[in-house]
């Protein structure tokens, strides 16, 4: 049997971890000069967690979870971070300690949907969530440090969409309204959304189906619907929004696909084509119920998670070029351990280091070099070592000079400084 990897899960190598990289260092800085601090939370969580948060009626609990039975404990592989966020910050009685707390979280989620591009079954996040601040300034502003990471990172096309699902009164006139919007037409809805409407309305809002969609279109607005605290809240926002100038559109119909969500609600996507039709690059909202909902004290939260593999689809083919190494060659036996010791005096200075010890030929030495993309190889043979030199070979110019072993330091620092012309870098053969 030819071993490979699970269904709708992959194997990221080594370039292209470099490039994940990058995009996660500007994530990380963005989200640092806000104050966020990271959280790291078990990847396996019981089972209940989900239900009672994510919500039962959802897609990615109803259908999506990877579940394990052990013993009498049934454990769930998290489909998002939040709520294991938000159990460890009610487990680690982090409210009675400071009044806010802003964390953020990188790492994999696992959703058994159905593969396609920009959509698999272990995907990354990368996520903050706020618990303490009830808003509106920090929902605005969230919004905006994450319209300015994706345009900082390049990405085009972005457009922000924002919506208010109100508070619980809010919501229980929508839930009302939808119900009653529904029922005449009810014939017209898929059949999940007709068994499903008169539980959870909201669901049929952000069906993928064409017929819920069709009729969900002229479904009734729920800002026509907030209470005054919620409408201010909602105000609140778009004028933060306005203030700082982030674009965005309100968009009545983002329910997102979640339960827990109370209030601002947005998501950022891309019109640009490399991504294909799973385009959400973002989604995020405030949940005020679920730290009360999971036992806690009553306490608001906003957050979102951005999907890796989607901004990273988005931004299409860059180069995150390696750091520049050098590789030591010593050509027989006698020059392998003084190699060793000039690999790790040259460690010590900064320099990343790799001594070729196979026992091989110059000429297989200096491929290998060529083909890890060495910018240096360090010579050392037996009459240099007699003469305290190497022979320094410049990878990238073509070059080659007899370097005493006492300047190698300050000759690849000048190296490294000056620019190598196109021309010279081509062809490395
Ligand atoms: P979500 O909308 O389910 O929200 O997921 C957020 C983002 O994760 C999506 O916009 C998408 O980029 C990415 N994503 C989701 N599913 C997949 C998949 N199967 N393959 C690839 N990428 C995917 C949440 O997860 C909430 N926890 C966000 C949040 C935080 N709300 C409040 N705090």
Same mark, same amino acid.
């Given at each position: 049997?030819?071993?490979?990897?699970?269904?709708?899960?992959?194997?990221?190598?080594?370039?292209?971890?470099? &490039?994940?990289?990058?995009?996660?260092? $500007?994530?990380?800085?963005?989200?640092?000069?806000?104050?966020?601090?990271?959280?790291?939370? %078990?990847?396996?969580? =019981?089972?209940?967690?989900?239900?009672?948060?994510?919500?039962?009626?959802?897609?990615?609990?109803?259908?999506?979870?990877?579940?394990?039975? &052990?013993?009498? @404990?049934?454990?769930?592989?998290?489909?998002?971070?939040?709520?294991?966020?938000?159990?460890?910050?009610?487990?680690?009685?982090?409210?009675?300690?400071?009044?806010?707390?802003?964390?953020?979280?990188?790492?994999?989620?696992?959703?058994?949907?159905?593969?396609?591009?920009?959509?698999?079954? *272990?995907?990354?996040?990368?996520?903050?969530?706020?618990?303490?601040?009830?808003?509106?300034?920090?929902?605005? @502003?969230?919004?905006?440090?994450?319209?300015?990471?994706?345009?900082?990172?390049?990405?085009?096309?972005?457009?922000?969409?924002?919506?208010?699902?109100?508070?619980?009164?809010?919501?229980?006139?929508?839930?009302?309204?939808?119900?009653?919007?529904?029922?005449?037409?009810?014939?017209?809805?898929?059949?999940?959304?007709?068994?499903?409407?008169? /539980?959870?309305?909201?669901?049929?809002?952000?069906?993928?189906?064409?017929?819920? $969609?069709?009729?969900?279109?002229? #479904?009734?607005?729920?800002?026509?619907?907030?209470?005054?605290?919620?409408?201010?809240?909602?105000?609140?926002?778009?004028?933060?929004?306005?203030?700082?100038?982030? %674009?965005?559109?309100?968009? /009545?119909?983002?329910?997102?696909?979640?339960?827990?969500?109370?209030?601002?609600?947005?998501?950022?996507?891309?019109?640009?084509?490399?991504?294909?039709?799973?385009?959400?690059?973002?989604?995020?909202?405030?949940?005020?119920?679920?730290?009360?909902?999971?036992?806690?004290?009553?306490?608001?939260?906003?957050?979102?998670?951005?999907?890796?593999?989607?901004?990273?689809?988005?931004?299409?083919?860059?180069?995150?070029?390696?750091?520049?190494?050098? =590789?030591? =060659? %010593?050509?027989?036996?006698?020059?392998?351990?003084?190699?060793?010791?000039? #690999?790790?005096?040259?460690? *010590?200075?900064?320099?990343?280091?790799?001594?070729?010890?196979?026992?091989?030929?110059?000429?297989?030495?200096?491929?290998?070099?060529?083909?890890?993309?060495?910018?240096?190889?360090?010579?050392?043979?037996?009459?240099?070592?007699?003469?305290?030199?190497? /022979?320094?070979?410049?990878?990238?110019?073509?070059?080659?000079? @007899?370097?005493?072993?006492?300047?190698?330091?300050?000759?690849?620092?000048?190296?490294?400084?000056?620019?190598?012309?196109?021309?010279?870098?081509?062809?490395?053969?």
């Amino acid at each position: 049997m030819k071993l490979k990897p699970v269904k709708g899960m992959q194997d990221i190598l080594p370039e292209e971890v470099r &490039r994940w990289q990058l995009v996660e260092a $500007r994530f990380r800085r963005a989200v640092e000069l806000h104050g966020f601090a990271e959280v790291r939370t %078990p990847l396996l969580e =019981a089972t209940e967690l989900f239900q009672r948060s994510t919500g039962e009626t959802t897609e990615v609990v109803e259908k999506q979870m990877f579940t394990l039975e &052990r013993g009498s @404990e049934s454990l769930s592989l998290r489909p998002e971070g939040t709520p294991s966020s938000a159990r460890a910050y009610i487990h680690e009685s982090v409210y009675a300690k400071q009044p806010v707390s802003r964390w953020y979280y990188l790492g994999p989620m696992f959703r058994a949907e159905q593969p396609q591009r920009g959509r698999q079954r *272990q995907f990354h996040q990368a996520g903050c969530e706020i618990y303490g601040d009830a808003g509106p300034l920090c929902d605005a @502003e969230l919004i905006d440090m994450l319209y300015g990471l994706l345009s900082d990172l390049g990405v085009a096309g972005l457009k922000v969409s924002v919506n208010s699902l109100g508070g619980n009164e809010s919501r229980a006139r929508y839930r009302d309204a939808l119900i009653a919007y529904f029922k005449p037409r009810a014939a017209e809805l898929s059949p999940h959304a007709q068994e499903r409407f008169e /539980q959870n309305p909201l669901r049929v809002l952000d069906s993928k189906d064409e017929r819920d $969609r069709a009729v969900a279109k002229a #479904a009734p607005s729920i800002l026509e619907l907030l209470t005054p605290d919620d409408r201010a809240h909602w105000q609140g926002l778009l004028d933060a929004l306005d203030a700082l100038g982030t %674009p965005y559109e309100v968009d /009545q119909q983002l329910v997102r696909g979640l339960d827990y969500y109370t209030r601002t609600t947005f998501e950022i996507s891309t019109t640009s084509g490399a991504i294909g039709s799973q385009n959400a690059l973002l989604g995020g909202g405030r949940y005020d119920d679920m730290i009360a909902g999971l036992g806690g004290p009553a306490t608001p939260a906003i957050g979102f998670a951005m999907g890796l593999e989607r901004v990273l689809l988005a931004l299409g083919e860059f180069e995150a070029a390696p750091p520049a190494w050098v =590789a030591v =060659a %010593p050509l027989a036996a006698p020059q392998q351990n003084p190699a060793l010791k000039l #690999a790790k005096r040259l460690r *010590q200075q900064g320099f990343t280091v790799e001594v070729d010890g196979r026992g091989t030929s110059l000429k297989s030495m200096l491929r290998r070099a060529n083909g890890g993309g060495a910018r240096f190889c360090v010579v050392l043979g037996e009459s240099e070592l007699a003469r305290d030199v190497v /022979q320094l070979k410049d990878l990238a110019r073509h070059e080659q000079e @007899e370097v005493p072993l006492d300047q190698l330091v300050a000759r690849l620092t000048a190296r490294l400084t000056e620019p190598v012309t196109s021309t010279e870098s081509e062809d490395r053969g």
